[in-house]
């Protein structure tokens, strides 16, 4: 069975430094990996979604994502943090069960807050 | 486009009573997924349907139930409540299977059980 472990529920970081959320996973087969975003009192947003086409995907807002296979990692970065970047964040692992049918799991979230 | 609406944002209920949440997906979108989120558990998959049919369940009791109707919305509801059942409940649409399509959420209805 799948599984995704969020290092770190809560990291703090000064505005302008580099944000690092790290994100682990156990998949015995290829996965689809995601990272959402849940600012206070709203629902998540899909920052960025890794589907095998390149290692390092792009999101929105200028965090990037490195898939890592060796590592089974898939870290979520920005150079540069903003206040507007304090949420939660959300690591989430999808791999295919039986058929075409595939199962979910989110990681426990790490919040993050920017430090003026 | 509008996206996901949730009815209502807040309820509070008492031990026993039954309570009936509503989401609204985006138009156009077929699947509609739940979940539960809580301080100590973290977002945790209800259940999604797809076509007004339900496609994967989650690790609940039976006490959880949804349906989904022609028009794609999706009610959920929870009966003889407890006091763990207080959780932000959110729902999320997609155009295709939750698990490998990007979704949409809503804000969420907050569940308080006194």
């Not at chain 2, 369940?57 to 059942?85: A, I």
Request: charged residues 15%; hydrophobic residues 35%; positive net charge.
């Amino acid at each position: 069975a799948q599984s995704v472990t969020q290092l770190g529920s809560h990291v703090s970081v000064s505005e302008g430094a580099l944000v690092l959320l790290r994100c682990n996973y156990s998949s015995s087969v290829p996965p689809y990996l995601f990272w959402y975003v849940q600012y206070p009192n709203q629902g998540l947003q899909l920052l960025l979604k890794y589907t095998s086409a390149a290692t390092l995907v792009k999101g929105i807002n200028g965090f990037e994502a490195e898939f890592k296979k060796s590592e089974t990692s898939f870290h979520l970065t920005k150079p540069s943090a903003h206040m507007s970047d304090a949420a939660e964040y959300f690591c989430a692992v999808s791999v295919a069960g039986g058929g075409s049918n595939y199962k979910l799991t989110f990681g426990k979230g790490t919040l993050l807050t920017v430090n003026p | 486009k509008a996206g996901v609406t949730q009815t209502p944002r807040y309820l509070i209920k008492t031990r026993g009573q039954q309570v009936t949440l509503s989401c609204s997906p985006i138009s156009g979108h077929r699947s509609v997924s739940w979940y539960q989120q809580t301080p100590g558990q973290g977002l945790q998959f209800l259940f999604e349907y797809f076509s007004e049919t339900q496609r994967n369940k989650g690790n609940f009791p039976g006490r959880f139930s949804g349906r989904q109707f022609s028009n794609s919305r999706s009610e959920m509801n929870v009966s003889t409540l407890e006091l763990g059942d207080s959780a932000l409940y959110l729902c999320a649409s997609s155009l295709g299977q939750a698990a490998t399509d990007t979704q949409y959420f809503g804000p969420g209805t907050r569940l308080t059980v006194l």
